[in-house]
């Protein structure tokens, strides 16, 4: 019994202690954007859902204005196979015929965001889904490469809805279709539209959650990660090949959203259980932060 008590004041010490650390952070960062791309093993496996989300309500309850940008490409290969349509990739973008294009928007629009949506708002958030039809928040364009489809780019951004809802202690959650000028719907890169919308809220902070540690100078070697660079160094590891595969859209994303005004942009592995409040509250992080300057 006595051990008992000892664990569990212990355990209670480290939980104060913590909390207590985070408070310059806390306090440094309040009412500040952060913008979430959600997606990779965090959307697939239901702990770290579970995570991921309490961290995104933590982020709002102390005062951050956290906005949640999201993919689902499994779950749309899922829903393919259901329909027996046959998934096809070039280049690593989805080709996106008719067919396609509706059962992206079905399962983006009107399941995976209505997931975390409600997942959020069970965890005593406010989330409201959007897309980015919504508010004419995004507008869409032709990627511009033949044979893919309805793949599309951003062509316009407008977030006033998004500060609206930020505003009122809203969570917005964005599911990454838009649609152009005649109505057309387009499947957009959730990466680019998360850089995108950090850009044009001045975001403090934008944070991509994926399946890799961050930016590694050795792709084999974890212990290689680095943890903090500009954007020229980040330049270069992509001409020097040192950044290649399905890093590059990454990096280039962060790279183009800190040109834009954003204070930094995270790589992080977002399967590490509470990967963001590591990344966001703690000194050295546990990714990959990428600046406009290395004086900074």
Same mark, same amino acid.
């Given at each position: 019994?006595?051990?008992?008590? #000892?664990?569990?004041?212990?355990? #209670?010490?480290?939980?104060?202690?913590?909390?207590?650390?985070?408070?310059?952070?806390? %306090?440094?960062?309040?009412?500040?954007?952060?913008?979430?791309?959600?997606?990779? &093993?965090?959307?697939?496996?239901? *702990?770290?859902?579970?995570?991921?989300?309490?961290?995104?309500?933590?982020?709002?309850?102390?005062?951050?204005?956290?906005?949640?940008?999201?993919?689902?490409?499994?779950?749309?290969?899922?829903?393919?196979?259901?329909?027996?349509?046959?998934?096809?990739?070039?280049?690593?973008?989805?080709?996106?015929?008719?067919?396609?294009?509706?059962?992206?928007?079905?399962?983006?629009?009107?399941?995976? @965001?209505?997931?975390?949506?409600?997942?959020? @708002?069970?965890?005593?958030?406010?989330?409201?889904?959007?897309?980015?039809?919504?508010?004419?928040?995004?507008?869409?364009?032709?990627?511009?490469? %033949?044979?893919?489809?309805?793949?599309?780019?951003?062509? *316009?951004?407008?977030?006033?809805?998004?500060?609206?809802?930020?505003?009122?202690?809203?969570?917005?959650?964005?599911?990454?279709?838009?649609?152009?000028?005649?109505?057309?719907?387009?499947?957009?890169?959730?990466?680019?539209?998360?850089?995108?919308? &950090?850009?044009?809220?001045?975001?403090?902070?934008?944070?991509?959650? *994926?399946? *890799?540690?961050?930016?590694?100078?050795?792709?084999?070697?974890?212990?290689?990660?680095?943890?903090?660079?500009?954007?020229?160094?980040?330049?270069?590891?992509?001409?020097?090949?040192?950044?290649?595969?399905?890093?590059?859209?990454?990096? @280039?994303?962060?790279?183009?959203?800190?040109?834009?005004?954003?204070?930094?942009?995270?790589?992080?592995?977002?399967?590490?259980?509470?990967?963001?409040?590591? #990344?966001?509250?703690?000194?050295?992080?546990?990714?990959?932060?990428?600046?406009?300057?290395?004086?900074?």
């Amino acid at each position: 019994m006595v051990n008992d008590r #000892e664990y569990i004041r212990e355990v #209670e010490a480290t939980r104060v202690r913590v909390l207590s650390e985070a408070l310059p952070y806390i %306090q440094q960062f309040s009412g500040r954007i952060v913008v979430v791309k959600y997606g990779g &093993a965090a959307m697939k496996d239901s *702990t770290l859902k579970d995570r991921v989300v309490r961290d995104v309500v933590f982020l709002a309850c102390v005062g951050l204005r956290p906005v949640i940008v999201h993919g689902g490409g499994p779950e749309i290969n899922s829903w393919l196979d259901k329909l027996g349509i046959e998934p096809q990739f070039s280049n690593g973008l989805r080709v996106t015929d008719a067919p396609t294009m509706d059962v992206v928007e079905m399962v983006l629009v009107g399941r995976v @965001n209505k997931e975390i949506v409600s997942l959020i @708002n069970q965890a005593g958030g406010s989330a409201v889904g959007l897309c980015g039809k919504d508010g004419n928040l995004i507008k869409a364009r032709p990627e511009g490469r %033949q044979g893919i489809g309805f793949v599309g780019e951003v062509s *316009t951004m407008d977030v006033r809805i998004l500060e609206s809802l930020l505003k009122d202690g809203y969570i917005p959650v964005v599911s990454s279709v838009a649609a152009d000028e005649s109505g057309q719907a387009y499947n957009i890169n959730a990466d680019t539209v998360a850089g995108e919308i &950090a850009a044009a809220l001045g975001a403090e902070k934008l944070i991509l959650l *994926t399946d *890799t540690a961050g930016i590694l100078q050795d792709y084999k070697d974890p212990s290689s990660l680095l943890y903090k660079l500009d954007i020229q160094q980040a330049r270069q590891l992509i001409a020097d090949g040192v950044v290649g595969g399905g890093m590059i859209p990454k990096v @280039n994303c962060c790279v183009r959203s800190l040109a834009q005004g954003v204070k930094a942009a995270h790589i992080i592995d977002g399967r590490i259980p509470h990967a963001l409040l590591l #990344e966001i509250f703690t000194d050295s992080g546990i990714g990959s932060m990428i600046v406009a300057s290395e004086f900074l």
